[in-house]
Every structure is written in structure tokens, then in C-alpha cells.
């Protein structure tokens, strides 16, 4: 009893298993990287807080308990966790439809808004849900975050330029832009571009400047993921020794000298039904993001993700976010692979990270009050411009036209529609994509390779077949949107002549046949035994025959059931059985 409560709780709660563990060395490492994590993170929490339409240190706030609490109770050793650029654009468009940005009523509809995805996921997890995340696929995700990141950059262009501009669509941000463009404050943009361009050259350049210059790997690596605190306290001392926030370059102004304030979100049933379906969109869109960072790191070191496991991480850090005012937050691409980059051992260099992010919420607040929100815009749109990827529509079209179409679809109606219809969208088309997909199953008409006891397409292969016997290959479950496709199939290739008398089903890649398939096949077997044809199946699995066995379709059936494709064909055809092998 005892065993089954400490395998349940560490089931539950990963850290009782990996903190058993936990070494000096892991300590060393996991610190390093969390120093160079946080340095990371402080520019990117405030400036992705911007994004959101909340104060800086709201983005602060929920990179503090949101990490800790996925350091216990998630699975990856790497995942970093805080506000990341797409959902923060997501929690922008869906508070600004229920408070107007800057009031006290949008702040709680955020920590909210993170409470609600912190449940759904929660939920999720505690009800094995994991899967339905493969609802989406992967070239949906791709289209919505590439126009999530042309959106996100085109709304940080009015910081760039110091104008007023709003929208939540493509359109609206490029017409606004465009209306208020003779408002543009000229020292903004110096700063704004400057900034920009500097932040695109750290990315791609510093780092071979400086090697180039005889700085070692490890520290030209740390000094390319300073550049944007370096960019952050260059321009704040700019605006400030020039005094520059009086002659209209906008700055951060106050932010709270504290640690997370304890917030509790509303419970008002309006509110709660308004953001209901941007949670659930929200914390299915970070879970795909976060769970495949998560997988694509753990792989690198032969580790495990458990998908369910992770809905519980990411559920209790919304959680904490929607407790401690902050707004939704997910696994960071960016920040995660700089996590494993820099050595970190285990989920406690999350949680060192935070310790970090707690000490600069509460000494270095004062020190951002000249910070111009333009640098923070460039901060944003230099990290998002590396989401863009157009590749995708190309490899998509040759690939496969209908994946060509549900991406370019993704993109065209995030970007002229919004976020939330972008992926609503990217929902219902990855789902309309399988079923289109699966409505028009792979079926091969096969036939004996000679010699042997395989059986192959005969219009890829030279096969022997018989012209009494047809044989179906079904290479895909049967189900609803299969079901008179298969049907209408085999009646149509027995209508169209000759001595056919048997029709075999070889069902070697049929894992389900479920209620709808079924009827359609004893639909089948009545309409082939009234042309006086016998309908036989092979190689079905044992799920399969499980499920069957339950109903009267095999006592129905007018012929056999053969273990073997190859029984089949010795049973039916004028084939001599194998010869027995001599002794």
C-alpha cells in the first residue's frame, strides 16, 4: 500500500523522482543556466507583457510561480515556462473584446483568462486527454504561427515609429499605421530601428564577431543572449542622459518595486462564458507548442515526456499565473533550447530562474523606468521574425495539395480575421483534413509475387492472380467516412465483370472497424451473396475479431475468416498447396 502511494505520487509529482537524485554537478549546471535564462527572460517578459496590452510587470509576475510550480509537477528537464509571443498576442484579442486595455477590469479578465487555462488543462491531464492535441496538425500549427508572427510584428511597428495604432486584424494594423504615419516621432524611430537592426545583428553576427576577435565559444554564446539587456540598458541611459522622455519618446514609466501580488480571478458567469472558448483555444495552441519543444529536447538526451503529465505542468503554472497576476503562459521555443543550450540538468533551473526573475521584480524595477517602449517593440519583433516560415507553403504544395490549402487557408484568415478565428480555423481544418484524408482509404486490388507467400499491388508488381478470386487490400481503418467508400468499391469492381466468385478483404491495416463500417459491411456481404459471390475476410487483427465476434456478422459472413492471405489463396484458387519440406 505503502509502494502504490509513493509510485503515485511520484507519478504525479516528478520532482520526488528526479530530486532524489539531484547531484552537485546538477546544481552547477542547472545554475548556469538559469543565469543566462534569466538575463534572457527580464527583456522578454516585460516586452511580451506589452504584447499582451498589460504592464510590464505583469510579465514578471508570470515568470516567477508559473516556473517553479512546472519545475514539480512537469517532465521535461529543459522546457522553460513564462509568456511567449503568440499566446500573449492571443490573451491581447481576447481581453480587449471584454475590458478596454489599461483598466483594472482587463488586468483580472488576463489572470483570469490564465485561471481558466490553468483548469482546462488541469482537466485535460487528469482525464488522460493528451491526445486530442493531435487534432491539430502540424501544418495548421505552422501556418498559424507563422501569420501569429507576421501579426505580432506588424501590431509593434506604432511602438517603432511612437504613434497611436490599433487592430486586431492585418488590415486594421496596416490602415491604422498607415492613417497615423505623419504622427511618427523621429527620436522614437532612431531608437526603434536602431534597436531593431542591433538585435538582428546580435542574433546572426555577435557571436562570430566576437569569436573572430578571440573570445571563447561559451562566453561569445552568453554575450549573444545578453544583447537585448545590453539593448535595454544603452537606450534606458540614452533616454534618460537626454532627456528625451519630454520631448515624447514614450518610456515604461513606474513599475512596482514587489514580488507577485496574491490575486484571485473573477468568478463573474459573464466573464467566465466570454473567455471560455479563447482558454480552451489557448491552452490547446500552448500545449502543442510547449509539448513538441519538450519532445524535440528530451529526445537529444534519450529522455521521456509524458504528454498527460504535462497538461498537469502547464495546468498548475496558469494557475499560479491567474493567482499572482500574471496571464496565461507556455513553453518558450526560444528560451527553452537556450535552457538546454546552457547546460541545464533538470526542471530546478526553472525554478533558479525564478529566484533570479523575483530579485529583479524586486531590485531592478527602478532602474527600467526610462526604458522606451520601442526597444521593447524590437525586442518583440526580432524574436517573432524567426516564427515567419513561407518555406512551409512550398514544401506543402509539393507534398500534398490539401495540406497546401489548409496552411495557406491558416494564414489568410489569421491575418485577416484575427488570432482566435486563425485558430478556431486551424481546428476544424486539421479535422476536415483527416476526415477528408481517411473518406478515401488507400485501396490496392493485389495479387501472389511468385515464388514467394507476399502479396503486392498488381499494378506496381508482376503477380499471379486468378481471375475468379478478387482481392482487396484495405490500407486504412474503417470507419464513418470510409464505410461506402469501400462499399461502393467492391460492388462497383464486381459489377464491372467476369467470372469473379470469391472477394476477399485483407484487412492486415485495419485497427478499427467500428458500428458504421460494420453495417456497411454486412450491407456487403448481403448484396455480394444475392450476385452469387462469397465475401471472405484475412489477416484481421485480434481487436478487430474481438469486436466482431460481439455481433452476428462472422455467423452471417458467406465465406471464411483466414489467419493468412496467402490460407486464402491456396483455399480458393486452383493453386497447389506449399510443399512439405523432406524429413
Not at 544583447?227 to 542622459?241: D, E, S, Y
Not at 533538470?346 to 521584480?361: D, E, F, N
Not at 489467419?563 to 498447396?577: F, G, H, K, N, R
Request: charge should be neutral.
Amino acid at each position: 500500500m505503502k509502494t502504490d502511494l509513493i509510485a503515485l505520487a511520484t507519478r504525479y509529482i516528478p520532482v520526488l523522482d528526479w530530486g532524489r537524485s539531484y547531484s552537485r554537478d546538477a546544481l552547477h549546471n542547472d545554475l548556469m543556466a538559469a543565469v543566462i535564462v534569466t538575463i534572457m527572460l527580464i527583456p522578454q517578459s516585460l516586452a511580451y507583457a506589452m504584447l499582451a496590452g498589460l504592464p510590464p510587470e505583469a510579465g514578471l509576475y508570470a515568470s516567477i510561480l508559473p516556473i517553479i510550480l512546472y519545475a514539480i509537477f512537469g517532465t521535461s528537464r529543459a522546457l522553460a515556462v513564462g509568456p511567449v509571443a503568440v499566446v500573449s498576442l492571443m490573451t491581447a484579442a481576447a481581453v480587449g473584446q471584454v475590458a478596454e486595455q489599461g483598466t483594472a477590469g482587463y488586468a483580472i479578465a488576463a489572470l483570469t483568462l490564465a485561471a481558466m487555462s490553468g483548469a482546462i488543462l488541469l482537466g485535460m491531464g487528469l482525464l488522460k486527454l493528451g491526445f486530442l492535441a493531435n487534432f491539430l496538425s502540424h501544418p495548421v500549427i505552422a501556418g498559424f504561427i507563422t501569420a501569429s508572427g507576421i501579426l505580432i510584428a506588424a501590431s509593434q511597428l506604432k511602438h517603432i515609429l511612437g504613434i497611436s495604432a490599433s487592430g486586431h486584424t492585418l488590415p486594421e494594423v496596416l490602415w491604422t499605421l498607415v492613417e497615423h504615419l505623419g504622427d511618427a516621432d523621429p527620436v522614437t524611430m532612431v531608437i526603434g530601428v536602431g534597436a531593431t537592426a542591433f538585435l538582428f545583428w546580435v542574433r546572426k553576427g555577435l557571436k562570430p564577431f566576437l569569436i573572430a576577435r578571440g573570445l571563447k565559444p561559451k562566453l561569445a554564446d552568453v554575450a549573444q543572449k545578453a544583447g537585448p539587456v545590453a539593448a535595454v540598458v544603452v537606450t534606458t541611459l540614452i533616454v534618460w542622459g537626454f532627456g528625451l522622455a519630454d520631448r515624447g519618446v514614450r518610456i515604461v514609466g513606474d513599475v512596482p518595486q514587489s514580488l507577485p501580488p496574491l490575486t484571485l480571478p473573477s468568478f463573474d458567469v459573464d466573464l467566465l462564458r466570454a473567455l471560455f472558448v479563447p482558454a480552451l483555444l489557448i491552452s490547446v495552441i500552448g500545449f502543442v507548442e510547449s509539448i513538441s519543444v519538450a519532445q524535440t529536447l528530451a529526445a537529444k538526451k534519450r529522455q521521456r515526456i509524458d504528454p498527460n503529465q504535462e497538461l498537469i505542468g502547464l495546468g498548475a503554472a496558469n494557475l499560479g499565473a491567474g493567482f499572482t497576476g500574471g496571464y496565461p503562459v507556455t513553453g518558450g521555443f526560444a528560451r527553452s533550447v537556450v535552457n538546454y543550450d546552457a547546460g541545464a540538468e533538470t526542471p530546478a533551473a526553472g525554478a533558479y530562474t525564478a529566484v533570479g526573475l523575483a530579485i529583479a521584480a524586486m531590485a531592478l524595477t527602478p532602474l527600467i523606468y526610462f526604458l522606451p517602449t520601442a526597444t521593447l517593440a524590437a525586442t518583440i519583433i526580432v524574436a517573432v521574425m524567426s516564427l515567419v516560415d513561407f518555406s512551409i507553403l512550398k514544401t506543402a504544395w509539393r507534398y500534398s495539395k490539401a495540406d497546401f490549402a489548409a496552411v495557406a487557408a491558416t494564414i489568410l484568415l489569421t491575418l485577416g480575421f484575427g488570432v482566435e478565428t486563425g485558430v478556431s480555423a486551424g481546428v476544424i481544418l486539421s479535422i476536415l483534413l483527416h476526415l477528408y484524408k481517411t473518406s478515401k482509404p488507400h485501396v490496392a486490388e493485389v495479387g501472389l509475387v511468385p515464388g514467394t507467400q507476399h502479396f503486392r499491388n498488381i499494378h506496381r508488381h508482376k503477380v499471379e492472380t486468378d481471375p475468379a478470386v478478387l482481392t482487396i487490400r484495405i490500407d486504412e481503418s474503417l470507419y464513418f467516412p470510409n464505410a461506402r467508400f469501400l462499399e461502393d468499391y467492391v460492388l462497383g469492381r464486381v459489377v464491372e465483370g467476369g467470372p469473379i466468385r470469391h472477394v476477399v478483404l485483407m484487412c492486415s491495416a485495419v485497427n478499427v472497424i467500428d458500428f458504421s463500417a460494420l453495417e456497411a459491411l454486412e450491407a456487403l456481404n448481403r448484396r455480394l451473396k444475392d450476385m452469387g459471390v462469397t465475401l471472405h475476410l484475412s489477416e484481421v487483427k485480434g481487436p478487430v475479431t474481438d469486436r466482431l465476434e460481439k455481433t452476428h456478422f462472422l455467423q452471417d459472413l458467406t465465406g471464411r475468416v483466414f489467419l493468412s492471405q496467402y490460407d486464402a489463396w491456396v483455399a480458393l484458387t486452383a493453386a497447389p498447396p506449399p510443399a512439405k519440406a523432406a524429413g
